[in-house]
């Protein structure tokens, strides 16, 4: 991939962090592991038609107040004070994000109308 395009896909996600970490007030910090790659090299997903997908890396099963066994993604659980703390997964989202797609970075010229 092209180094420019990763710094500036790099410094996009450490905006976004910091723009959440602004807004929700976290007990424990959240670990995203993003990945931008090239979906039709790595995913076979080659019509540049997906920008990029994410979700929790694990769920915990826990045991609430009310006896009901209920299950969090890792990332929620984590901010509450457990007694007993799992074995956390290194990171609490995975995230991936596609190099082809033609995307807009802070800093990049203005956005010129495309004709079909």
């Given at each position: 991939?092209?180094?420019?395009?990763?710094?500036?896909?790099?410094?996009?996600?450490?905006?976004?962090?910091?723009?959440?970490?602004?807004?929700?007030?976290?007990?424990?910090?959240?670990?995203?592991?993003?990945?931008?790659?090239?979906?039709?090299?790595?995913?076979?997903?080659?019509?540049n038609m997906i920008l990029g997908t994410?979700?929790?890396?694990?769920?915990?099963?826990?045991?609430?107040?009310?006896?009901?066994?209920?299950?969090?993604?890792?990332?929620?659980?984590?901010?509450?004070?457990?007694?007993?703390?799992?074995?956390?997964?290194?990171?609490?989202?995975?995230?991936?994000?596609?190099?082809?797609?033609?995307?807009?970075?802070?800093?990049?010229?203005?956005?010129?109308?495309?004709?079909?």
């Open positions: 991939l092209d180094k420019v395009l990763c710094t500036k896909a790099e410094k996009a996600f450490k905006a976004a962090g910091e723009i959440i970490t602004n807004v929700i007030i976290l007990v424990t910090p959240i670990t995203v592991n993003a990945t931008f790659t090239d979906f039709c090299k790595a995913l076979n997903e080659c019509n994410a979700s929790v890396a694990r769920t915990i099963l826990l045991l609430d107040n009310d006896k009901v066994v209920r299950q969090y993604p890792q990332v929620l659980a984590k901010q509450f004070l457990l007694d007993l703390t799992p074995k956390w997964k290194s990171f609490d989202i995975q995230a991936f994000f596609n190099a082809q797609v033609d995307l807009f970075f802070k800093g990049d010229s203005v956005i010129k109308k495309r004709l079909p």
